[in-house]
């Protein structure tokens, strides 16, 4: 409402709009500038209007696996998938019993395997119904959805005493054991899974006791992580270093029943001169 200098015609003044968009029309639209002159004999009058637009695209937000300093994202993903959940804690147990898993995120497809095999979007029994436990079972879950990043593999291990008493090397070998392997460093190993049957015939209870004096801990890898003849660690138990670690489930159950910890690890053959036996 006031004059002004030649030089401020240098200068843009910027009126913001913003908070009448919603005035906008589909199709044609006026905007309209009024001017006024100092006098209507004035010789100079400049109005030079410029309408600046700036569309701001929303997207989701989004979550990578892999970082990519310095260069530009990959699609990543619409969200992480939530943990799975057991009906049953991981420890010992007497009795048989079913196991429900659960995931938070809506539409999440749950697979889960008892083979110590790690379960995927592809891999792995799908989950429809509760699982029945009768027996010592190594249950591990995985939760996925497309476009979204998976859970974590979750490991709930079930001990049954009975089961680990009664333990033979047919028994072992008979689930997936190997009976023998040869390793770099010596000919032949001949494995021995046996629980001393002459001990636990007068002594199960003892022993049952005594195994649960302590804590424990579970560890779960896959057979072929063990034993493969090419990438097997134990029969490759002189090979050191991180190229020689495999992937491991941990769980430590106290002497009152209950989880201590539970996580995903690497495992390596650990020791000196007796590494090769």
């Known amino acids: 409402t006031a004059g002004h200098a030649d030089v401020a015609a ?5 009126i913001d709009v913003t908070p009448f968009i919603p005035l906008l029309q589909e199709g044609d639209n006026v905007l309209a500038i009024q001017g006024l002159n100092v006098a209507a004999n004035d010789s100079d009058f400049l109005i030079v209007p410029q309408l600046i637009g700036r569309k701001v695209n929303q997207t989701p937000d989004r979550y990578f696996a892999t970082p990519t300093p310095g260069t530009v994202n990959g699609g990543g993903a619409l969200g992480i998938v939530a943990d799975t959940k057991f009906s049953v804690d991981r420890g010992f147990y007497d009795i048989p ?26 891999s792995g029994n799908l989950y429809t119904n509760p699982i029945p436990i009768s027996r010592t079972t190594v249950l591990r879950a995985i939760a996925t959805k497309p476009g979204w990043l998976p859970s974590d593999v979750d490991t709930h291990t079930y ?3 009975s089961n680990t008493l009664a333990q033979t090397f047919q028994t072992a070998t008979n689930a997936g054991m190997p009976a023998s392997w040869t390793n770099s460093a010596w000919p ?6 046996a629980m001393d049957q002459t001990i636990i015939a007068t002594n199960a209870a003892a022993v049952a006791s005594a195994l649960r004096s302590l804590p424990s801990i579970f560890l ?10 090419t990438n097997g660690i134990y029969t490759h138990p002189t090979s050191h270093g991180v190229v020689w670690e495999r ?8 002497t009152n029943g209950q989880t201590e910890f539970s996580l995903n690890c690497g495992l390596r053959v650990q020791g000196g001169a007796f590494r090769g036996f």
């Open 188 to 193: 032949s190993v001949v494995a021995d899974y």
């Open 220 to 229: 779960s890898a896959t057979t072929s992580n063990l034993f493969h003849t």
């Open 10 to 14: 240098l200068v843009f003044e910027d």
């Open 247 to 254: 992937p491991t489930s941990m769980e430590m159950i106290g």
């Open 159 to 161: 001990v049954f005493l």
């Open 97 to 122: 019993f079913t196991v429900a898993i659960t995931s938070a995120t809506t539409g999440a497809e749950i697979r889960f395997t008892t083979n110590n095999e790690v379960p995927s979007a592809v």
